[in-house]
């Protein structure tokens, strides 16, 4: 079992950057693949980034390649998503999940947080 808090979400400018933490708890977060999915108003849940185990692997959607960056450190139980150059359609509520395989489907991932705002104002 796997709990996940995100931080860092805030309302901010178009260019600005922010920086997103998923914190874990429990023994085992080095055992996951970790991904960070974002639902806007009226949409769906989309994937944003996801990094492998170790944190050599990552990948990401494309609208987001070049100005997103995921990161773990696995010694702090901890998942970062560093957002750079943000748009008003980045808008969204932030999810940090927890899997057992490194994808950009929902249904990969076993455990969710329950989510932080992100509001990119043009």
């Known amino acids: 079992q796997v709990q996940l808090v995100e931080s860092g979400g805030g309302l901010v400018q178009a260019g600005d950057s922010l920086r997103l933490s998923c914190a874990a708890s429990?023994?085992?977060?080095?055992?996951?693949?970790m991904g960070w999915f974002r639902q806007a108003p009226g949409k769906e849940r989309e994937f944003v980034a996801a990094?492998?185990?170790?944190?050599?692997?990552?990948y990401y959607t494309d609208s987001v390649k070049g100005r997103f960056t995921i990161s773990r450190d696995n010694a702090k139980n901890t998942v970062y998503l560093q957002m750079n150059r943000l748009k008003p359609e980045d808008t969204a509520v932030y999810y940090c999940a927890a899997g057992n395989f490194l994808g950009g489907a929902g249904y990969e991932y076993d455990y969710w947080g329950q989510g932080t705002q992100v509001t990119v104002s043009s």
């Open positions: 429990g023994r085992t977060f080095s055992s996951y693949a």
């Open positions: 990094v492998g185990r170790s944190g050599s692997t990552t």
